[in-house]
């Protein structure tokens, strides 16, 4: 068991092919293509509900998750660098006021105060969400580690860091990145929750402009709300396999 | 443990609870940490070693199931893992030269492991050149310990999945949670399982985590201990639905040991109420005639 594993440290996470069900925030991962063969994506394509209950609450007295609105899905391709320095992401929702939502993942190292060593990891998802002073249920519940190249999907469950459903409106996800040392880059998207689908793209732009010399580090960053439904309960939760 | 986790169900309390735990897991029982539980007891060449008390309880459990299950399920095989390759996180397991033949297993399996446990300081003594490696079996163990707990702390329903070992629990009128069973050399699952109100369900299979020598030989991290090579009978994956996950775990491991032809009959032995899935090399999925309860077919398109 080795740091690979600090996987666990994440909050819901992550297996391939799983479908999104029951709780808040789900991150799935696409394997990459070399090993997708093997996977069972095809057999059972998400079909995400409007996530029961349960996101993830900042405080351990954080009343009970209301249901949101719906669910939205926000996916990327993620590549890891080779250098030093780098490879750490954040990806979190604020309203449209540029006021905090919540965190949906943030690379383990950078979430649990890595930071201090590092101060220009992850700088604008630190300073909007205040990180340095997040609860630890929350630094718990969204740090996991650095995540294999390949497409990663996110669900948020659209509730707010307490577990509130937020109002219907416009929303701006955000994906951001260090490329090596302070470059980053910064992809920001608008999804509007509300009583009809809605997908979205997002732009990025590199900090420093030359930062795009580095690498890219994430790509094809896309956001997809799908209004609120009954939770199926048919839905596949996960797939059990050998590991 | 080299996974990813899906917590499902639980709050943000109950959320945090179990990834503490799992983390504590991981800390003490990795291989391939110098500071953890297992590393010191391995390296301490029969000295007794002070653990921590998940780790004297987890070890007596592992080595409950050795008895039982005379020998088939070994947690002592470290040194084998090593011996092949598998001596760092497998993420950074890559070809490794040729192993060397394993020495020879004396017949009858030879004398016992002396295995000392001492749950009162605790402590924990192997005689000298024994290395244990609690891996996947520690795994299930975790997350049916994380999930008791949920459950006693009045959860009424959780699923935790810790790569692919899950257990899961829910109220009696509460919808079934539905999971499937991978199939490893198809991308339709081998079966859709949806599950009794308490559950646990693990999976061994000789096709993740496997490398290759340089000699070309593929190598998987399921030792049999009764020649300390890779297993190699028929079946390439078997999963196990129990009561308890660590137990699941056992033995879906002695099936892929077995084989698909000895391993159901040696499962019904050991515990008649498991369910089981087998798939064998060449792709053919066989289950317990019992398993039809929770079966549900294939899975949706």
């Known amino acids: 068991m080795s740091d690979r ?93 540029g006021g905090y939502v919540r965190t949906l993942f943030a690379t383990s190292f950078t979430a649990n105060g890595g930071y201090v060593r590092r101060p220009e990891s992850l700088v604008e998802w630190r300073t909007t969400a205040e990180w340095e002073s997040a609860p630890p249920e929350e630094v718990e519940s969204v740090s996991r580690p650095a995540q294999d190249g390949g497409v990663h999907t996110l669900y948020w469950d659209g509730t707010d860091r307490t577990g509130r459903a937020v109002p219907a409106g416009d929303y701006t996800y955000h994906v951001e990145g260090n490329t090596y040392w302070e470059n980053r880059v910064l992809f920001t ?44 309960p048919s839905v596949l939760t996960t797939y059990t396999r050998g590991s | 443990m080299g996974t990813t986790v899906l917590v499902a169900g639980l709050d943000a309390t109950g959320q945090a609870a179990v990834l503490g735990l799992l983390r504590e897991a991981e800390r003490i029982f990795s291989r391939f940490t110098a500071d953890s539980d297992t590393s010191r007891v391995n390296a301490a060449a029969g000295r007794p070693t002070r653990v921590s008390p998940l780790f004297t309880a987890a070890l007596a459990e592992a080595c409950a199931h050795q008895a039982a299950s005379g020998g088939l399920f070994d947690p002592f095989l470290a040194a084998d893992l090593v011996r092949l390759g598998y001596d760092r996180d497998f993420a950074a397991v890559r070809s490794v030269p040729a192993a060397p033949a394993a020495p020879p297993r004396p017949a009858g399996g030879g004398a016992p492991p002396r295995v000392r446990i001492d749950h009162g300081v605790p402590e924990v003594a192997l005689s000298p050149g024994l290395a244990v490696d609690l891996g996947g079996f520690v795994k299930g163990w975790a997350v049916q310990r994380a999930a008791g707990e949920r459950m006693r702390a009045g959860a009424p329903r959780g699923l935790i999945d810790a790569g692919g070992d899950i257990a899961a629990w829910r109220g009696p009128g509460g919808a079934p949670w539905r999971i499937g069973v991978e199939h490893p050399l198809d991308t339709a699952p081998a079966g859709v399982l949806a599950l009794p109100p308490v559950a646990a369900v693990a999976t061994s299979s000789v096709v993740r985590r496997g490398w290759r020598d340089t000699a070309g030989a593929r190598l998987h991290h399921i030792v049999d201990p009764r020649t300390g090579a890779p297993a190699d009978s028929d079946c390439l994956q078997a999963t196990v639905l129990a009561a308890d996950l660590a137990a699941a775990e056992v033995y879906a491991t002695c099936l892929v040991l077995l084989g698909t032809g000895d391993g159901p009959a040696w499962l019904a032995g050991r515990d008649p109420a498991a369910a089981w899935i087998t798939v064998d090399r060449d792709g053919r999925v066989r289950r317990s005639a019992d398993l039809d309860l929770h079966h549900e077919g294939a899975a949706r398109p």
Not at chain 1, 71 to 94: C, D, F, G, K, M
Not at chain 1, 202 to 210: D, K, R
Request: charged letters at 15%.
């Open chain 1, 189 to 232: 998207g608008t999804i509007t929750l509300g009583e009809e689908p809605h997908t979205s793209s997002a732009e990025h732009e590199y900090l420093p402009a030359a930062a795009e010399q580095d690498g890219v580090l994430v790509e094809d960053v896309t956001a997809e709300f799908s209004p609120g439904e009954p939770l199926d």
């Open chain 1, 5 to 97: 594993s600090i996987r666990l440290v994440v909050p819901l996470v992550v297996v391939t092919g799983v479908a999104a069900v029951a709780t808040g925030t789900h991150a799935l991962h696409s394997e990459p293509a070399a090993t997708a063969a093997f996977s069972p994506q095809g057999a059972a394509a998400p079909s995400p509900g409007p996530g029961a209950p349960s996101g993830t609450a900042s405080t351990p007295a954080a009343p009970a998750a209301e249901a949101g609105l719906g669910l939205v899905r926000i996916t990327y391709r993620l590549h890891r660098l080779p250098q030093i320095a780098s490879n750490q992401i954040a990806v979190w929702i604020e309203d449209a006021n």
